[in-house]
């Protein structure tokens, strides 16, 4: 599973790669594992007038545990089905949004 994840600041973010042992996607779709931490800032909102962002290797989704409380499409029992999630650099706490309401 692909897990792109652009709030830079957290601890866990990778070069735009969670690195996260398991995520959980609250009902209002935010990550509640997001660590603030010392990280550059976000340098995917220039991607055309800069040079292309550096990105880690995704991760295979045996080695991640995404947990969803959210109303969606991609929400089994809890689980995230989707073939990869992109979280958003919104507010103060990444958003997931691969977010489909169901």
């Known amino acids: 599973m692909d897990i792109r994840c652009r709030k830079t600041k957290c601890i866990y ?3 735009y790669t969670c690195k996260a042992k398991e995520i959980l ?3 209002n779709t935010e990550c509640n594992k ?3 931490g010392n990280k550059p800032i976000d340098k995917t909102k220039w ?3 800069d040079t292309p962002p ?3 290797p995704q991760r295979d989704s045996a080695t991640m545990e995404i947990n969803c409380n959210a109303k969606c499409l991609f929400n089994e029992n809890g689980k995230c089905v989707a073939n990869g999630i ?3 650099d919104i507010k103060e ?3 997931c ?3 489909l309401h169901d």
């Open 13 to 15: 973010n990778d070069k």
């Open 25 to 27: 996607i609250k009902k």
């Open 34 to 36: 997001f660590e603030n």
């Open 47 to 49: 991607l055309f007038t």
């Open 54 to 56: 550096e990105y880690a």
């Open 86 to 88: 992109t979280l958003n």
């Open 93 to 95: 706490k990444p958003l």
């Open 97 to 99: 949004v691969t977010f």
